[in-house]
């Protein structure tokens, strides 16, 4: 069983920065491959990026390659999504998810652990 708490999010100008963090309870945190996804007013929920446990390969959906940076420090039972060069499109609610397997996934169904979200909103 994992719990995950999102902190991180607020009001940032367009061109700005935010880091949102993931903070996740469960001795097996380090085994799961960890996901954020956001979700916008009358959208569906849509993948960000990803990070495996293994090797902690990354992958990113293409609208944030080069601008956000997913990181984890499994000591800490945390992952992280820095969010550079923030733009109003980005406006959502972010989530982190954890998934029990060594792969990458972007639908949300494969997913078991959820958090509550955290919300992000970029002013133009």
């Known amino acids: 069983q994992v719990q995950l708490v999102e902190s991180g999010g607020g009001l940032v100008q367009a061109g700005g920065s935010l880091r949102l963090s993931c903070a996740a309870s469960g001795r097996t945190f380090s085994r799961y491959t960890m996901g954020w996804f956001r979700q916008a007013p009358g959208k569906e929920r849509e993948f960000v990026a990803a990070?495996?446990?293994?090797?902690?390969?990354?992958y990113y959906t293409d609208s944030v390659k080069g601008r956000f940076t997913i990181s984890r420090d499994n000591a800490m039972n945390t992952v992280y999504l820095q969010m550079n060069s923030l733009k109003p499109e980005d406006t959502a609610v972010y989530y982190c998810a954890a998934a029990d397997t060594i792969f990458i996934f972007t639908t949300p169904g494969k997913y078991a652990y959820w958090g509550q979200g955290t919300q992000v909103t970029v002013s133009s």
């Open positions: 990070i495996t446990w293994r090797d902690v390969s990354t």
